[in-house]
């Protein structure tokens, strides 16, 4: 079991902290409920411009359901959730989630439709952008995560790791301002992880903004800007990937990585 730290911070301070305009999102006192089980309990967090934040942790810590909430796919059960400083609610979460893109561990692309028109649904439908400018987009993006070939293809006829890559330019589609990843290679086999790890590894070059809950500690390492341990539904620790993986104060953390690291 997590048990609190020293100090009432729920993370390590980013050096862009400097820069309040570069504020994405701002979580304050997170709380999530499921009955009688408390999933979320007084979480916080930000996240900054061209940030990329990796969320680690044990196995049902509320990881993912941290940010189901960010993307209202789940409602929170107490705190606040601010993006570019404005705390969403139901009256404008719709239009707020159309900003923030998400990517599953089970890919969800509709199976009655190629993967080009899963990706190309949401900004004619939803956007009402002009079908041949969004198709044009999308046609680059395809061709950006290496799948030109394959974009009149339906979902079973790819593999895992190329659905996952089709279900990221789908998500791109939208041109949102923050990308998430719930746990996006865990349901691949370890040959088609690093396709999928390569094209967040170009996103992130690219300067997207990104949460992305993963074990992939080697992806942390190298493409995060600060490494988040999710642990009894808090931040155990926050910290730059350097000091996460040489210097962590939390024996729960210390157990983790022992843990992962070796398996």
């Known amino acids: 079991m997590c048990s609190e730290g020293n100090s009432p911070a ?18 304050e006192n ?6 009688a089980l408390t999933i ?3 979480a ?7 940030e990329v934040v990796v969320i680690c942790g044990p196995s049902g810590s509320g990881k993912s359901t941290f940010i189901r909430c960010i993307n209202g796919l789940e409602s929170n059960d107490g705190g606040v959730i601010r993006f570019n400083g404005t705390v969403i609610d139901r009256k ?14 089970s890919y969800n692309l509709f199976s009655h439709l190629s993967v080009q028109e899963n990706a190309m649904l949401a900004p004619v439908k939803v956007l009402k952008r002009p079908r041949k400018a969004v198709q044009e987009e999308v046609e680059a993006l395809f061709e950006m995560v290496g799948l030109a070939d394959k974009m009149r293809s339906h979902p079973h ?14 998500a ?17 086999d370890p040959e088609m992880i690093k396709g999928v790890l390569d094209v967040m590894k170009t996103l992130a070059v690219k300067g997207m903004t990104m949460i992305v809950v993963s074990h992939e500690m080697g992806f942390a390492r190298e493409v995060a800007d600060r490494i988040a341990f999710f642990c009894d539904g808090q931040f155990a620790e926050v910290k730059s990937p350097k ?6 104060e939390r024996e729960e953390t210390r157990r983790f990585l022992a843990q992962i690291l070796h398996t």
């Open 10 to 27: 729920n993370r390590r301070p980013s050096p862009l902290e400097e820069h309040v305009s570069d504020l994405v999102i701002d979580v």
């Open 30 to 35: 997170l709380v999530k409920r499921f009955g």
């Open 40 to 42: 979320i309990n007084g």
């Open 44 to 50: 916080s967090f930000q996240l900054f411009r061209q």
């Open 92 to 105: 404008n979460g719709r239009d707020i989630r159309k900003r923030i893109g998400m990517v599953f561990q």
């Open 157 to 170: 006829q790819l593999s895992g790791g190329q659905q996952q890559r089709a279900a990221i330019v789908r």
């Open 172 to 188: 791109l589609a939208m041109k949102p301002e923050v990308m998430l990843f719930d746990e996006p290679t865990s349901a691949l």
């Open 243 to 248: 000091d996460f993986f040489s210097n962590p």
